[in-house]
């Protein structure tokens, strides 16, 4: 069974109202989704597989911890997954990197894939999947049943803002995987937009309309 973690972090808040003000521009919105990204990733990776090595220090030899196992991979979800993923790698720059594409039809909602490539051996990694929105959860959902299609059965979901009815939507679909979210938001409007949200999450990194 999964576990869904509601980071409520006095940082990780404060930057998210900076990222929700319509005033907040590009340049200063790509910051903060960085750096939002790195502090989730910090909370996200706390059961990291560890094994312990001899270190010698100016003092003594000591046996101490250091990470082990496959190196893990980060899997955005394009485009506005591409705005988390350098925060993410800020902590693990070892990792691989694959691309999952999807855009929401926006009149169904509907998520439609347009593009993946995956890491070699992606089935014995550990998957973080970053996309900084979950509304309905179909792009989530998708994302993921795409990467258990590949064997992956170690997948952490992050986002920055979710709704109500995306993250159950994404918790029945799938319940083994761990969900991170930086702010749970109060329900989705007509459009399918969170409110109060930030808007187009991809618009807003990339600056397009
Ligand atoms: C946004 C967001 C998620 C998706 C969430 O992407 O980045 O991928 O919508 O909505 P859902 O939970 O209802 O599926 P969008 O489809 O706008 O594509 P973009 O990142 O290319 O802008
Ligand atoms: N995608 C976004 O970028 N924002 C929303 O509020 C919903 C979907």
Do not use: W
């Not at 169904?108 to 550990?126: C, F, N, Q, V």
């Not at 959860?137 to 995306?166: H, R, T, Y």
């Not at 969900?179 to 187009?200: M, Q, S």
Request: proline residues 7%; charged residues 25%.
């Amino acid at each position: 069974m999964g576990k869904t973690i509601i980071l409520d972090h006095p940082l990780i808040r404060h930057k998210i109202t900076l990222m929700r003000d319509e005033r907040t521009g590009t340049r200063d919105f790509r910051i903060l989704v960085e750096e939002v990204a790195m502090l989730m990733t910090y909370e996200a990776l706390r059961d990291l597989p560890m094994k312990h090595i001899t270190v010698k220090t100016p003092v003594a030899a000591a046996e101490e911890p250091v990470l082990t196992g496959k190196k893990p991979a980060v899997v955005p979800i394009l485009r506005a997954g591409l705005g988390m993923t350098d925060g993410i790698l800020r902590l693990i720059p070892a990792a691989k990197v694959g691309h999952i594409g999807l855009y929401r039809d926006e009149e169904t909602h509907e998520p439609h894939e347009y593009y993946s490539k995956l890491p070699a051996g992606i089935e014995d990694r550990l998957v973080i999947v970053p996309d900084p929105m979950l509304a309905t959860g179909g792009s989530a959902i998708q994302a993921v049943d795409f990467l258990k299609s590949k064997g992956c059965s170690q997948i952490k979901f992050m986002c920055v803002i979710a709704a109500p009815e995306g993250l159950k939507a994404l918790q029945e679909a799938h319940p083994d995987i761990d969900i991170f979210i930086g702010c749970l938001d109060d329900h989705l409007n007509e459009n399918a937009y969170i409110v109060p949200g930030l808007g187009d999450a991809g618009d807003r990194i990339f600056g397009t309309d």
